[in-house]
Protein backbone atom coordinates (compact mmCIF):
# COMPACT_ATOMS: atom_id res chain seq x y z
CA UNK A 1 0.00 0.00 0.00
CA UNK A 2 2.85 2.22 0.25
CA UNK A 3 2.10 3.77 -3.22
CA UNK A 4 -1.59 4.47 -1.76
CA UNK A 5 0.28 6.32 1.15
CA UNK A 6 2.34 8.49 -0.45
CA UNK A 7 -0.35 9.64 -3.49
CA UNK A 8 -1.59 13.38 -2.68
CA UNK A 9 -4.58 14.30 -3.40
CA UNK A 10 -6.37 17.40 -3.06
CA UNK A 11 -9.06 18.18 -0.87
CA UNK A 12 -11.63 17.77 -3.60
CA UNK A 13 -10.07 14.10 -4.33
CA UNK A 14 -10.45 13.35 -0.74
CA UNK A 15 -13.81 13.55 -0.29
CA UNK A 16 -14.93 11.74 -3.45
CA UNK A 17 -12.65 9.02 -2.27
CA UNK A 18 -14.98 8.96 1.10
CA UNK A 19 -17.84 8.97 -1.00
CA UNK A 20 -16.44 6.14 -3.01
CA UNK A 21 -15.86 4.20 0.18
CA UNK A 22 -19.01 4.95 1.61
CA UNK A 23 -20.21 3.31 -1.58
CA UNK A 24 -18.08 0.23 -1.10
CA UNK A 25 -19.90 -0.39 2.26
CA UNK A 26 -23.19 -0.84 0.65
CA UNK A 27 -21.76 -2.75 -2.23
CA UNK A 28 -20.55 -5.04 0.90
CA UNK A 29 -24.04 -5.53 1.73
CA UNK A 30 -25.78 -5.55 -1.29
CA UNK A 31 -23.44 -6.72 -4.27
CA UNK A 32 -26.23 -7.09 -6.53
CA UNK A 33 -27.70 -3.63 -6.25
CA UNK A 34 -28.87 -2.57 -9.35
CA UNK A 35 -29.09 1.42 -9.18
CA UNK A 36 -25.31 1.49 -7.74
CA UNK A 37 -23.87 -0.82 -9.95
CA UNK A 38 -25.03 0.88 -12.86
CA UNK A 39 -24.09 4.36 -11.59
CA UNK A 40 -20.32 3.02 -10.79
CA UNK A 41 -20.65 0.94 -14.49
CA UNK A 42 -21.31 4.72 -16.15
CA UNK A 43 -18.86 6.28 -13.97
CA UNK A 44 -16.02 4.01 -14.71
CA UNK A 45 -16.82 4.00 -18.77
CA UNK A 46 -14.03 6.98 -19.51
CA UNK A 47 -11.68 6.67 -16.27
CA UNK A 48 -9.21 3.94 -15.43
CA UNK A 49 -9.63 4.47 -11.54
CA UNK A 50 -12.75 5.95 -9.92
CA UNK A 51 -10.41 9.04 -10.24
CA UNK A 52 -9.81 8.78 -13.66
CA UNK A 53 -6.11 8.10 -13.73
CA UNK A 54 -5.02 8.09 -10.10
CA UNK A 55 -5.20 4.86 -7.80
CA UNK A 56 -6.25 5.22 -4.07
CA UNK A 57 -7.73 3.44 -1.70
CA UNK A 58 -11.55 3.96 -3.11
CA UNK A 59 -10.26 1.32 -5.85
CA UNK A 60 -9.09 -1.16 -2.98
CA UNK A 61 -12.38 -0.74 -1.44
CA UNK A 62 -14.65 -1.18 -4.62
CA UNK A 63 -12.63 -4.08 -5.39
CA UNK A 64 -12.52 -5.56 -2.01
CA UNK A 65 -16.62 -5.40 -1.98
CA UNK A 66 -17.47 -6.46 -5.56
CA UNK A 67 -15.01 -9.18 -6.66
CA UNK A 68 -16.53 -11.92 -3.97
CA UNK A 69 -20.08 -11.40 -6.20
CA UNK A 70 -18.78 -10.36 -9.67
CA UNK A 71 -16.87 -13.74 -9.63
CA UNK A 72 -20.08 -15.27 -9.93
CA UNK A 73 -21.67 -13.01 -12.62
CA UNK A 74 -23.14 -14.57 -15.51
CA UNK A 75 -21.08 -13.75 -19.13
CA UNK A 76 -24.71 -11.61 -19.61
CA UNK A 77 -23.95 -9.48 -16.14
CA UNK A 78 -20.78 -9.19 -17.16
CA UNK A 79 -20.85 -8.08 -21.31
CA UNK A 80 -24.28 -8.50 -21.94
CA UNK A 81 -26.27 -5.49 -23.02
CA UNK A 82 -27.21 -5.06 -19.67
CA UNK A 83 -24.08 -6.02 -18.24
CA UNK A 84 -21.00 -3.85 -16.25
CA UNK A 85 -18.39 -4.32 -18.68
CA UNK A 86 -16.27 -1.25 -17.10
CA UNK A 87 -16.51 -2.73 -13.22
CA UNK A 88 -14.86 -5.63 -14.46
CA UNK A 89 -11.96 -4.19 -16.27
CA UNK A 90 -11.53 -2.37 -13.43
CA UNK A 91 -11.23 -5.21 -11.29
CA UNK A 92 -8.85 -6.87 -13.28
CA UNK A 93 -6.86 -3.47 -13.37
CA UNK A 94 -6.89 -3.29 -9.53
CA UNK A 95 -5.91 -6.85 -8.62
CA UNK A 96 -3.15 -7.02 -11.41
CA UNK A 97 -1.73 -3.77 -11.21
CA UNK A 98 1.25 -3.37 -8.39
CA UNK A 99 0.00 0.32 -8.13
CA UNK A 100 -2.61 -0.70 -5.31
CA UNK A 101 -0.34 -3.39 -3.18
CA UNK A 102 -2.65 -6.19 -3.23
CA UNK A 103 -1.34 -9.66 -3.41
CA UNK A 104 -3.29 -11.39 -4.75
CA UNK A 105 -3.04 -15.66 -5.60
CA UNK A 106 -4.35 -16.54 -9.56
CA UNK A 107 -6.75 -18.70 -8.38
CA UNK A 108 -8.43 -16.38 -5.80
CA UNK A 109 -8.55 -13.59 -8.58
CA UNK A 110 -11.71 -12.48 -10.54
CA UNK A 111 -11.34 -14.60 -14.10
CA UNK A 112 -11.01 -12.47 -16.90
CA UNK A 113 -11.32 -13.64 -20.55
CA UNK A 114 -11.24 -10.93 -22.95
CA UNK A 115 -12.56 -12.69 -26.09
CA UNK A 116 -15.89 -13.21 -24.63
CA UNK A 117 -17.54 -10.12 -25.36
CA UNK A 118 -21.66 -10.42 -25.83
CA UNK A 119 -22.19 -6.87 -26.25
CA UNK A 120 -20.29 -3.99 -28.18
CA UNK A 121 -22.28 -0.23 -27.69
CA UNK A 122 -21.88 1.51 -31.40
CA UNK A 123 -19.82 4.96 -30.76
CA UNK A 124 -22.36 7.89 -30.60
CA UNK A 125 -22.98 9.78 -33.76
CA UNK A 126 -22.32 13.52 -32.15
CA UNK A 127 -23.99 14.90 -35.62
CA UNK A 128 -26.89 12.90 -35.54
CA UNK A 129 -27.81 13.20 -32.00
CA UNK A 130 -27.74 17.14 -32.25
CA UNK A 131 -30.31 16.30 -35.13
CA UNK A 132 -32.54 14.42 -33.33
CA UNK A 133 -32.38 16.87 -30.55
CA UNK A 134 -33.09 19.83 -32.43
CA UNK A 135 -35.95 18.15 -34.73
CA UNK A 136 -37.77 16.84 -30.73
CA UNK A 137 -37.68 20.63 -29.76
CA UNK A 138 -39.02 21.78 -32.92
CA UNK A 139 -41.89 19.11 -32.39
CA UNK A 140 -42.16 20.21 -29.09
CA UNK A 141 -42.58 23.74 -29.68
CA UNK A 142 -44.78 23.07 -32.66
CA UNK A 143 -47.11 21.17 -30.28
CA UNK A 144 -47.45 23.95 -28.12
CA UNK A 145 -48.76 26.19 -30.60
CA UNK A 146 -51.45 23.97 -32.04
CA UNK A 147 -52.73 23.71 -28.44
CA UNK A 148 -53.13 27.22 -28.22
CA UNK A 149 -50.95 27.21 -24.94
CA UNK A 150 -47.89 29.02 -25.89
CA UNK A 151 -47.84 31.98 -28.25
CA UNK A 152 -44.28 34.24 -28.53
CA UNK A 153 -44.60 37.76 -28.34
CA UNK A 154 -42.87 38.04 -32.12
CA UNK A 155 -45.71 35.91 -32.88
CA UNK A 156 -49.01 38.05 -31.44
CA UNK A 157 -47.15 41.32 -32.47
CA UNK A 158 -47.28 40.08 -35.96
CA UNK A 159 -51.06 39.42 -35.93
CA UNK A 160 -52.23 42.68 -34.65
CA UNK A 161 -49.81 44.28 -37.55
CA UNK A 162 -51.77 42.61 -39.56
CA UNK A 163 -55.09 43.44 -38.42
CA UNK A 164 -53.93 47.31 -38.44
CA UNK A 165 -52.87 47.27 -42.16
CA UNK A 166 -55.93 45.66 -42.99
CA UNK A 167 -57.98 48.03 -41.47
CA UNK A 168 -55.96 50.87 -42.96
CA UNK A 169 -56.47 49.42 -46.59
CA UNK A 170 -60.01 49.27 -45.99
CA UNK A 171 -60.24 53.26 -45.11
CA UNK A 172 -58.29 54.03 -47.97
CA UNK A 173 -60.61 51.91 -50.61
CA UNK A 174 -63.98 53.68 -49.12
CA UNK A 175 -62.28 57.44 -49.41
CA UNK A 176 -61.53 56.86 -53.00
CA UNK A 177 -64.86 55.58 -53.64
CA UNK A 178 -66.30 58.91 -51.67
CA UNK A 179 -63.97 61.47 -53.74
CA UNK A 180 -63.14 59.82 -57.10
CA UNK A 181 -60.30 57.93 -57.17
CA UNK A 182 -56.71 60.08 -57.45
CA UNK A 183 -54.64 59.75 -60.49
CA UNK A 184 -52.30 56.83 -60.20
CA UNK A 185 -48.63 58.18 -60.08
CA UNK A 186 -46.30 57.58 -62.41
CA UNK A 187 -43.97 54.29 -61.50
CA UNK A 188 -40.59 55.04 -61.51
CA UNK A 189 -38.20 53.53 -63.49
CA UNK A 190 -36.06 50.78 -62.30
CA UNK A 191 -32.10 51.20 -62.75
CA UNK A 192 -31.09 47.98 -64.50
CA UNK A 193 -28.36 46.37 -62.24
CA UNK A 194 -25.10 46.43 -62.83
CA UNK A 195 -23.80 42.48 -63.70
CA UNK A 196 -21.93 40.72 -60.78
CA UNK A 197 -18.65 39.72 -60.83
CA UNK A 198 -17.92 36.40 -61.99
CA UNK A 199 -16.22 34.48 -59.25
CA UNK A 200 -12.85 32.73 -60.58
CA UNK A 201 -12.90 29.27 -60.79
CA UNK A 202 -12.31 27.21 -58.10
CA UNK A 203 -8.38 26.02 -57.85
CA UNK A 204 -8.43 21.66 -57.92
CA UNK A 205 -6.16 20.31 -56.24
CA UNK A 206 -4.24 17.70 -58.48
CA UNK A 207 -4.52 14.14 -56.79
CA UNK A 208 -1.74 12.87 -55.11
CA UNK A 209 -1.28 10.63 -52.31
CA UNK A 210 -0.84 13.43 -49.62
CA UNK A 211 -4.62 13.89 -49.98
CA UNK A 212 -5.05 10.51 -48.03
CA UNK A 213 -4.85 10.88 -44.23
CA UNK A 214 -2.32 8.94 -42.89
CA UNK A 215 -2.02 9.51 -39.14
CA UNK A 216 -0.44 7.38 -35.70
CA UNK A 217 -3.34 5.25 -33.81
CA UNK A 218 -2.82 3.29 -30.55
CA UNK A 219 -4.60 0.51 -30.10
CA UNK A 220 -6.19 0.75 -26.32
CA UNK A 221 -7.84 -2.87 -26.88
CA UNK A 222 -9.44 -5.05 -29.14
CA UNK A 223 -12.37 -7.53 -29.88
CA UNK A 224 -13.53 -10.14 -31.24
CA UNK A 225 -15.95 -8.88 -33.89
CA UNK A 226 -19.55 -10.62 -32.20
CA UNK A 227 -20.79 -10.86 -35.28
CA UNK A 228 -18.16 -11.95 -37.82
CA UNK A 229 -15.92 -14.71 -37.47
CA UNK A 230 -12.90 -12.58 -39.44
CA UNK A 231 -12.83 -9.25 -37.96
CA UNK A 232 -11.68 -7.70 -34.58
CA UNK A 233 -13.33 -4.54 -33.67
CA UNK A 234 -10.33 -2.09 -32.09
CA UNK A 235 -10.26 0.87 -30.16
CA UNK A 236 -8.03 3.38 -31.32
CA UNK A 237 -6.69 6.91 -30.02
CA UNK A 238 -5.73 8.83 -33.50
CA UNK A 239 -5.61 12.55 -32.07
CA UNK A 240 -9.20 13.54 -33.04
CA UNK A 241 -10.45 16.65 -30.92
CA UNK A 242 -12.91 16.57 -28.59
CA UNK A 243 -16.87 16.13 -30.34
CA UNK A 244 -15.74 14.92 -33.17
CA UNK A 245 -18.23 12.67 -35.34
CA UNK A 246 -18.18 9.05 -34.96
CA UNK A 247 -15.72 9.24 -32.08
CA UNK A 248 -16.16 8.35 -28.53
CA UNK A 249 -14.33 8.52 -25.45
CA UNK A 250 -12.44 5.60 -24.13
CA UNK A 251 -9.84 5.94 -20.46
CA UNK A 252 -9.57 9.91 -20.93
CA UNK A 253 -8.74 9.43 -24.91
CA UNK A 254 -10.91 10.45 -27.83
CA UNK A 255 -11.34 7.20 -30.28
CA UNK A 256 -12.38 5.97 -32.69
CA UNK A 257 -13.93 2.17 -33.22
CA UNK A 258 -12.30 0.33 -36.16
CA UNK A 259 -13.00 -2.93 -37.77
CA UNK A 260 -10.60 -5.10 -39.63
CA UNK A 261 -10.16 -8.39 -41.20
CA UNK A 262 -7.30 -9.46 -39.00
CA UNK A 263 -8.77 -12.18 -37.22
CA UNK A 264 -7.01 -15.49 -38.08
CA UNK A 265 -4.30 -13.49 -39.01
CA UNK A 266 -2.84 -11.64 -36.10
CA UNK A 267 -3.16 -13.10 -32.75
CA UNK A 268 -5.20 -10.81 -30.76
CA UNK A 269 -2.34 -9.91 -27.76
CA UNK A 270 -0.89 -8.82 -30.85
CA UNK A 271 -3.66 -5.86 -31.22
CA UNK A 272 -3.58 -5.00 -27.51
CA UNK A 273 -1.60 -1.69 -26.96
CA UNK A 274 0.03 -1.46 -29.65
CA UNK A 275 0.94 1.60 -32.10
CA UNK A 276 -0.42 1.05 -35.80
CA UNK A 277 -0.61 3.33 -39.05
CA UNK A 278 -4.38 4.29 -39.87
CA UNK A 279 -6.15 5.95 -42.75
CA UNK A 280 -8.22 8.41 -41.15
CA UNK A 281 -10.33 9.91 -43.80
CA UNK A 282 -12.32 7.03 -45.41
CA UNK A 283 -16.06 7.13 -45.44
CA UNK A 284 -17.33 5.47 -42.15
CA UNK A 285 -18.71 2.10 -43.20
CA UNK A 286 -20.60 -0.10 -41.20
CA UNK A 287 -19.51 -3.74 -41.10
CA UNK A 288 -21.66 -6.45 -39.48
CA UNK A 289 -23.63 -3.86 -37.36
CA UNK A 290 -20.74 -2.03 -36.24
CA UNK A 291 -19.80 1.19 -37.40
CA UNK A 292 -16.01 1.38 -38.56
CA UNK A 293 -14.65 4.78 -38.53
CA UNK A 294 -11.12 4.09 -39.73
CA UNK A 295 -8.73 1.72 -41.51
CA UNK A 296 -5.59 0.06 -40.11
CA UNK A 297 -2.46 -0.11 -42.53
CA UNK A 298 -1.32 -4.08 -42.97
CA UNK A 299 1.46 -5.66 -45.38
CA UNK A 300 1.00 -8.54 -46.73
CA UNK A 301 2.56 -10.58 -50.01
CA UNK A 302 2.05 -8.92 -53.36
CA UNK A 303 0.17 -11.31 -55.50
CA UNK A 304 1.62 -12.38 -58.68
CA UNK A 305 -0.51 -12.25 -61.96
CA UNK A 306 -2.77 -14.97 -62.09
CA UNK A 307 -2.91 -15.07 -58.69
CA UNK A 308 -6.39 -15.08 -56.57
CA UNK A 309 -5.54 -13.86 -52.88
CA UNK A 310 -7.20 -16.35 -50.16
CA UNK A 311 -6.25 -14.46 -47.32
CA UNK A 312 -4.32 -16.91 -45.58
CA UNK A 313 -1.94 -14.25 -44.93
CA UNK A 314 1.20 -13.81 -43.38
CA UNK A 315 -0.29 -10.81 -42.75
CA UNK A 316 1.81 -8.10 -40.76
CA UNK A 317 0.72 -4.35 -39.38
CA UNK A 318 2.99 -1.41 -40.11
CA UNK A 319 4.97 -0.18 -37.16
CA UNK A 320 5.58 3.71 -36.34
CA UNK A 321 8.39 5.02 -35.13
CA UNK A 322 8.95 3.99 -31.43
CA UNK A 323 8.71 7.86 -30.66
CA UNK A 324 5.84 8.69 -32.62
CA UNK A 325 2.23 10.00 -31.00
CA UNK A 326 -1.18 9.14 -31.62
CA UNK A 327 -2.31 11.49 -33.95
CA UNK A 328 1.09 12.37 -35.90
CA UNK A 329 0.61 12.64 -39.72
CA UNK A 330 2.76 10.73 -41.50
CA UNK A 331 3.33 10.91 -44.64
CA UNK A 332 5.18 9.67 -48.10
CA UNK A 333 9.27 11.84 -48.82
CA UNK A 334 8.14 14.15 -51.62
CA UNK A 335 4.69 14.10 -51.76
CA UNK A 336 3.46 16.28 -48.40
CA UNK A 337 0.95 18.19 -47.98
CA UNK A 338 -2.87 18.80 -46.56
CA UNK A 339 -5.02 15.78 -46.64
CA UNK A 340 -8.50 16.07 -47.79
CA UNK A 341 -11.52 16.08 -44.82
CA UNK A 342 -13.39 12.87 -46.10
CA UNK A 343 -12.27 11.09 -49.45
CA UNK A 344 -15.04 11.46 -51.30
CA UNK A 345 -15.71 7.82 -52.96
CA UNK A 346 -16.57 8.64 -56.44
CA UNK A 347 -13.19 10.38 -56.65
CA UNK A 348 -11.35 6.90 -56.54
CA UNK A 349 -8.30 8.77 -54.48
CA UNK A 350 -7.27 5.66 -52.30
CA UNK A 351 -8.03 3.21 -55.06
CA UNK A 352 -5.61 5.36 -57.18
CA UNK A 353 -2.65 5.60 -55.18
CA UNK A 354 -2.82 2.41 -52.64
CA UNK A 355 -1.12 0.26 -55.34
CA UNK A 356 1.92 2.34 -54.97
CA UNK A 357 2.09 1.37 -51.13
CA UNK A 358 4.89 -1.35 -50.87
CA UNK A 359 7.53 -1.80 -49.03
CA UNK A 360 11.68 -2.04 -49.54
CA UNK A 361 14.37 -5.09 -48.68
CA UNK A 362 15.13 -2.53 -45.53
CA UNK A 363 11.75 -3.38 -45.09
CA UNK A 364 10.42 0.48 -44.91
CA UNK A 365 6.75 1.67 -46.31
CA UNK A 366 7.38 3.39 -49.10
CA UNK A 367 5.04 4.79 -52.06
CA UNK A 368 6.83 3.78 -55.32
CA UNK A 369 5.65 6.36 -58.19
CA UNK A 370 6.56 3.63 -60.74
CA UNK A 371 3.58 1.55 -59.91
CA UNK A 372 0.96 4.70 -60.54
CA UNK A 373 1.31 7.10 -63.42
CA UNK A 374 -1.14 9.47 -61.97
CA UNK A 375 1.28 10.39 -59.16
CA UNK A 376 3.18 12.76 -61.89
CA UNK A 377 6.92 12.02 -60.75
CA UNK A 378 9.38 8.80 -60.58
CA UNK A 379 10.31 8.82 -57.31
CA UNK A 380 9.82 6.39 -54.35
CA UNK A 381 9.23 8.17 -51.19
CA UNK A 382 9.37 6.60 -47.93
CA UNK A 383 6.51 7.41 -45.20
CA UNK A 384 7.67 9.00 -42.24
CA UNK A 385 7.05 11.60 -39.71
CA UNK A 386 7.08 15.24 -39.71
CA UNK A 387 10.57 14.10 -37.64
CA UNK A 388 12.25 11.79 -40.45
CA UNK A 389 11.44 8.62 -38.61
CA UNK A 390 10.52 5.92 -41.00
CA UNK A 391 7.41 3.19 -40.72
CA UNK A 392 8.39 -0.39 -41.41
CA UNK A 393 7.45 -4.00 -41.03
CA UNK A 394 8.57 -7.16 -39.66
CA UNK A 395 9.81 -9.12 -42.53
CA UNK A 396 7.92 -8.58 -45.83
CA UNK A 397 9.87 -7.04 -48.50
CA UNK A 398 7.99 -6.01 -51.87
CA UNK A 399 4.93 -6.06 -50.18
CA UNK A 400 1.38 -4.70 -50.65
CA UNK A 401 0.42 -2.57 -47.95
CA UNK A 402 -3.38 -1.64 -47.27
Known amino acids: MSVLESQKLSSTEETEVQQWITTSE ?7 DASILDKLNSHLTSRTTLLGTKPSKADVAIYESLAPAVKSWTPEQRTGERGHPHILRHLDFVQ ?17 DLDDVLYVKPPTDAKAEKERLKKEKAAAAAAGGEGGVTTTLVDRTKKVAEVVKDASVEVKDKAAAAVGAAP ?19 VTTPPSPHLIDLRVGHILKAIKHPEADSLYVSTIAMGDKPGTDDTTEYEGQVCRTVCSGLNGLIPLEEMQNRKVVVVANLKPVKMRGIKS ?10 LKEGEVDDHKGPVELVTPPADAKAGDRVCFDGWRGEPEGVLNPKKKVWETFQPGFTTTDSLEVVFDDHLVKEAGKEEV ?9 VCTVKTLTGATVR
Open 26 to 32: RLKSSPS
Open 293 to 302: CAMVLAASPK
Open 184 to 202: EKPKKEKKEKAPKPQKAPA
Open 96 to 112: NSGLFGLSINDAEKVKV
Open 381 to 389: GKLTTASGG
